[in-house]
């Protein structure tokens, strides 16, 4: 079976790519051609890797807070909660279990007043549903000790009440008691034991941590609210999570990290879509350059197209010709896009901070945004998809010169030369 091209095309059309012009014009627009192309490649690489990489850095952090699935109970099902996460941990995928509970109320220090979100936890369980441990800046974790009253902090909230270690913050419950002097809010003064920053606004400043037995006393709660687990494969969770209940005894909710969320990432998914094809776009108007640029270069080259017919070669291969240097020129400017795509994404956190540290901005506002930072997560296959994507586009772009190219007539095209 014959090879899809010969040597010969291959030689010549190459050599035409490398080739010394007379027409230095023709050369400008190849260059022009190749860096089109690779810019387009650079830009969407880079684009796909930071929307990858908020995908990533917000999965994380919203499984690291809210763990992978949380388990409610009805009726008095968790009243023996230990015994129904042991029960629970019996199924293979189920690699921790921790209770909580859970309720808004406001912090107040120094006249500084912010509505925030108590969370109950066991010190000792969280480490196995919750990375809260390991983004500790100042305390730990195991400080919270029951009927000690105290509180872990997140760092926006810290920095907003102007509190400190050691200091004493009064917790306010939205639930009344009845006193002699009327109806007021339940209070309680709770001593700052840590400061926890995971880099989210969200949650550093609305979230805070008590021990689970003070949790319960302050907000009149006989049973945890709920369980928080972790599975072993983050991405089989609601499948792992429903599973391990399915022969515990009592009733229970089981809600999982994909349903809590769902809209982030369908709109995280969405966004990354159209701008691929956004972005694609790009590439395809690229390639127009190459249309360009061998319609030209067909013209330049009229009198070699009819030598090279009276010698033989067919119209086939005349057009085989041109199509492989319009490839080889989106080849050029593949890799070089790629090569700077992946540089760019792969420092573009350091390249955001010294932009906004010389035009004395910031990008990402960590009071609108959850996420303070430009991250990147480059995933080859995006990079494989854009590459085929581009040099699809370039050879297609050779197509109309290559044909008009196989058009030309040797007596005519010599009869000038």
Known sequence: ?????????????????????????????????????????????????????????LTEHLIGMEAEATVFGYGDSL???????????????????????????????????????????????????????????????GALAP???????????????????????????????VTPAGILPRTKRFTVAGVYDTDMYEF???????????????????????????????????????????DVPGRYGVIDWTQRHVNYFHSIQMTKKMMFVILILIIAVATFNIISTLMMMVTDKQGDIAVLRTLGVTPQGIMK????????????????????GVALAGNIDSIAAGIEHFLQVQFLSPDVYFISRVPSDLHWMDIAITAAAAFLFAVLATLYPAWRAAQTRPAEALRYE
């Open 1 to 57: 079976m014959n090879r899809l091209f010969s040597s010969y095309q291959v030689f010549i059309g190459l050599r035409y790519v490398m080739s010394r012009r007379r027409n230095r014009f023709i050369s400008f627009i190849s260059l022009v051609s190749v860096l089109s192309i690779a810019l387009g490649v650079i830009v969407l690489t880079t684009v796909l890797s930071v929307v990858s990489g908020f995908e990533r850095v």
């Open 147 to 177: 009927g000690e009253f105290r509180v872990i902090l997140g760092a926006d909230l810290v920095d907003l009440l102007q509190a400190d270690l050691g200091d004493r913050v009064t917790l306010v419950s939205p639930s009344a008691m």
């Open 204 to 246: 550093d400043s609305v979230m805070v941590f008590v021990h689970l037995d003070d949790a319960a006393r302050f907000f009149r709660a006989g049973n945890p609210d709920g369980l928080r687990l972790k599975t072993s494969d983050v991405m089989q969770a609601p499948r792992i999570s429903r599973e391990a209940f399915r």
């Open 79 to 141: 009243e023996d909660w230990r015994s129904v996460a042991d029960r629970a941990q019996l199924h293979p995928g189920i690699v921790g279990a921790a209770p909580f509970v859970e309720s808004e109320g406001m912090v107040t220090f120094d006249r500084q007043v912010k509505g925030v979100l108590v969370r109950g936890i066991l010190p000792e369980a969280e480490p196995g549903v919750s990375f809260i441990p390991e983004k500790m800046i100042a305390g730990e974790l």
């Open 321 to 340: 010709i041109f199509v492989i240097q319009g490839a080889a020129l989106g080849v050029a400017g593949i890799l070089l896009g790629v090569a700077g």
